[in-house]
Each structure stands twice: as C-alpha cells, then as structure tokens.
C-alpha cells in the first residue's frame, strides 16, 4: 500500500482503466458552479472560457487557474488560447473524434 501523498501522478496515465472517466469526473468537480453557470466548459484537459466581457472573463479565467492549482493541476501558458473563437475549437474536437473513430475501425477490421 502506498502512503498517502507519496505518489502524485504528474501527467495523465492512459494504460490505467477509467482514468480519462475519473479525470473529467475529477475536473466537473472542481469547476462545478462555473460548469453549471454556462461559464465554463470542461472536456478531459480542455477548458473553455465561454464569455464575452472582458473584464469578466479575466475574473472567470483567474478564477479557472486559481482552482486547478488548489487541486496540483497545472497550466502549461504555452499551450493557453486566450479569446479563441468557438468554432475552431469545435473543429479541434470534430478532427480528435474522427482519428478515434478511426482507430477504432481499424482495430476492429484487424
């Protein structure tokens, strides 16, 4: 048995079963009333910001930040869009669906 806060993963094990279910389980958690206020969208390791008033989505995305470091999650500012139009990042999810649906068929087919 490990003790606790001996073992703190640092990036998300895809070999481990259920862990993309617990993470997002883990991530609607932490951002519930955000979630539930329509101001926020989370998908696995995706966060959006859905707000257009400025100076209200810099308090939403502080607070988004703020969260994730109170639970040892991290941001890596490089990989950050900020003011990032909706439709791209729909698109963004469309192409991560295909190649899973494909993978999956091309398992299947073997």
């Known amino acids: 048995m490990i003790p606790k806060m001996l073992f703190e993963p640092t990036v998300i094990f ?3 079963t259920n862990l993309l279910a617990t993470f997002q389980a883990m991530m609607n958690k932490i951002l ?8 926020v ?3 696995i390791d995706n966060v959006i910001v ?3 008033e400025e100076e209200r989505y810099d308090k939403v995305v502080k607070e988004v930040v703020k969260r994730l470091e109170e639970n040892d999650l991290y941001v890596k500012l490089e990989k950050c869009k900020f003011f990032y139009f ?3 990042y729909l ?3 469309f192409h991560y669906l295909t190649s899973i649906h494909n993978w999956i068929n ?3 087919n073997k």
Do not use: V
Request: glycine share 8%; aromatic share 12%.
């Open 50 to 52: 859905r707000i257009e």
């Open 106 to 108: 091309e398992r299947s």
């Open 91 to 93: 698109l963004s999810i």
């Open 41 to 43: 969208a989370s998908f």
């Open 32 to 39: 519930k009333n955000l979630i539930n206020t329509g101001e």
């Open 14 to 16: 895809f070999g481990l």
């Open 86 to 88: 909706p439709f791209l």
